[in-house]
């Protein structure tokens, strides 16, 4: 790992630079053996282990984690969740949910829950209409103001799930894959699979019109559901599997296919790929490539132009859809250099 400030190391009797490395470690704690991976310093001059402050901490909070999720009971991790998904701290959390008023407090300071507040606990962390029945039982125990902020933080997580067209679930899904979506690139890959969706299946999979923006396609509601996030990665907090399950077989087939081939692509090339696709060049009818524009981009248009290009191609498969890109990759090429 990279290196750190000096440190005074005892060996050496004097202030030295070190590194911090990892190995696996078995720990006993009461009932139960667990290994772990243990951080810990090294000093760059005489090689000894060396104390760093902060590095036990961490350690020690590792173990607990880990020790946590083996009893299944809610970690530390996951009820600093609550507060951040909640917008409420540890004593006003603990009366509205009817526990004394320090037990947030003792539990993220290492005492265990039973298992019985644990699962209390996960259920308010994975679903906010639990926690929106619990603020209307019990709103006088707790202030105005953190009614007030609960209340907005649970419609916020509500607007978040949402899903009036299969588009938005379909967004959701990409969103919950792991793969770091921004909004931009978001827009990309709903893009693509409403183009070859049809291919796949044989009937559109998104409906929704897009719009011929400045930086390619683009589904304006979507965008805006989205776009306080600006340029970061969209982070939603979604229960366990729940957007898999709002998909159909056949959506989830479509969708992980184009993540697995056009997703394996920067935001900026699959931008400049869609600027050198017909459909989106014809939507903005002669409009500079930096100019602005809503101009709505013809169904009709992206079914053509990707059935032209899927004779060529045979876009069903991987294969077909790497050697449309690479061609495609030839020709940004030759008209950089031109």
Known sequence: MGRKNELLCSKCRKRVSYKIFKRPVKVKIKDMELEYEEYYGICDNCKSELFVPGVTDQNEERIEELYRKRKNLITISEIKKILNKYNIEKRPLSKLLGMGELTITRYMDGQLPSKKYSDYLY????????????????????????????????????????????????????????????????????????????LLVEYPIITDECEAWRFGPVFPNIYEKYKNFGKQEIIL????????????????????????????????????????????????????????????????????????????YNLKNAEGIDQYIHDMREKMSRSANC
């Open 123 to 198: 259920e308010i962390l994975n679903d906010e209409q639990k926690m929106k029945s619990i603020v209307k039982k019990n709103h006088t125990i707790v202030s105005n103001k953190t009614i007030y902020k609960v209340n907005d933080a649970i419609k916020k997580c509500e607007e978040e799930k949402k899903c009036e067209t299969i588009a938005e679930k379909i967004a959701l899904y990409i969103i919950d894959s792991n793969r770091g979506i921004t909004n931009l690139f978001l827009q990309k890959i709903l893009y693509y699979i409403k183009a070859i969706g049809k």
């Open 237 to 312: 907090d979604l229960p366990v599997d729940y957007a898999k399950n709002l998909l159909t077989k056949e959506e989830k087939q479509v969708t992980d296919f184009v993540l697995n081939t056009f997703g394996i692509y920067n935001i900026w090339f699959l931008k400049d790929l869609t600027h050198m696709e017909k459909p989106w060049l014809s939507a903005r009818n002669g409009i500079d490539e930096e100019a602005a524009s809503n101009n709505p981009i013809d169904d009709n248009l992206i079914d053509d132009y990707f059935e032209k290009i899927n004779k060529k």
